[in-house]
């Protein structure tokens, strides 16, 4: 990896179960948001499908906040899934 101190990442998506490691090595890199899950849980494809569905179309169409895009998807997991 090429490290080039002009590129800042706004924020960090990992849709992978056991992710939080990965996720604090990233906030520790100084990167804003990141969304990992926790390393105790795992997460059912579904889950992971209807979260990131939620959690892009509030991004990009809707053009919200990342903090109210994550809250979005999170409800819609427990809405859809139950929670997890």
Known sequence: ????????????????????????????AGVGHVIGINHEKSVE???????TKTFYNKLWKEKS???????????AVEISHGSQ
Do not use: W, Y
């Open 1 to 28: 990896m090429v490290e080039d101190s002009r590129v800042k990442l706004d924020f960090v998506f990992m849709a992978a179960c056991h992710s939080e490691f990965a996720a604090k090595i990233f906030l520790g």
């Open 45 to 51: 494809e579904n889950s992971i499908l209807t979260f």
């Open 65 to 75: 906040k990342i903090c109210q895009c994550f809250n979005a998807a999170k409800l």
